[in-house]
């Protein structure tokens, strides 16, 4: 996070990351400067956990993407839209949700319709648009890994893969519990690993842009055969999709136990109009304290009618309402508490923030800071 914790990469300068790689799992790495990251400065990073099983006949990464860049203007000019700045109508993009006013695409029953505030051109998989779509091919019967990530800037995804159920076996790079599932919601940051024995045939991955009433589109294929039509519908996507924060941890996965040793109240707030996103920690707008060592519990409330997926850096949150899942990003809905734990075993100053990239850039960004 350039002024935090690091100086900016200058234009024509280079900086060399040297680090100790704590966890294996999916990851991803990205651009906190300005909007950057909805311009597609992001890339996966994956890291091979040898206590993982390699039991897996193909593996894939999953990569879903919003994409408004060079198609209808810049990342940069929708948010002058959003902020009153910029020339003309919104054009219907504005989620304007519980204030009674114009809400885009069609409410979903989980999240609610007010799912985010841009509505993009083009949405992808590993970089490309529906009508273009990726083919993944292997064997009837195969057993495939697939690593989902959502580098998106303002959209959460909601996932499923024609005629199969997925088995969850890992979120934010830990263990869990295995969970099988026909549809899985990924928030902007999230990631998630699934499972899938592959039947024989072809078959639709579709990632649905929640309220925004487009979608992502893959295929994979084990035969031959005309592909599906990109707006496919299939059961599985209309199912009661799985909120990843609902899972259970992986024994492996558990922080040790004990007793917060301090406890912060983090509220999040802001509106559509004028179009601004705060946290407040303790009542004040402050970046919250630790101690090196300590337990921190951080209770989070969702006081908009937004949801907001909230990310913490150099850290993991245990979740106690979920048996401890370890996550570094957690989807709170309107009106939403989440508890989060941790335990700070990493001094400096890390950002604290929400992951979609407009709430971010207009005020919803603070930190923990060592003391």
Known sequence: MPGMTQDPIEPGESFSYVFEVPHGGTYFYHSHTGLQLDRGLHAPLIIRDPQDAEDQDV???IVLDDWVDGIQGTPDDELDKLTGMGSGDHNGRMGMGGHGQMMHGTPDRVLGGDAGDVMYPHYLINGRIPRAHRTFEARPGDKARLRFINSGGDTIFKVALGDHRMTVTHTDGFPVQPWET???????????????????????LTALAVGKDDRAFAVIRTAGGQAP??????????????????????????????????????DLGGQMMPYEWSILTDGQSSSATVQESQRLRMVMRNRTMMPHPMHIHGHTWALPGSGGLRKDTVLLRHGET?????????????????????????????SLRYE
Do not use: Q
């Open 229 to 266: 039509r990109p707006d496919v519908d299939f059961p599985e996507l209309s199912s009661t999709g799985l909120l990843l924060s609902s899972l259970k941890p992986a024994d492996r996965a558990l922080l040790p136990e004990g007793t917060p040793d301090r406890e912060v109240s983090i």
């Open 182 to 204: 026909e549809s899985i919601y990924l928030s902007m940051g999230e990631r998630v690993d699934v499972e899938v024995i592959l039947g024989d045939g072809i078959f639709p």
């Open 59 to 61: 593996e894939w990464t």
């Open 338 to 366: 989440m508890i989060a734990d941790l335990i700070a075993d990493n001094p400096g100053e890390w950002a604290f923030h929400c992951h979609n990239a407009y709430h971010m850039e207009t005020g919803m960004l603070s």
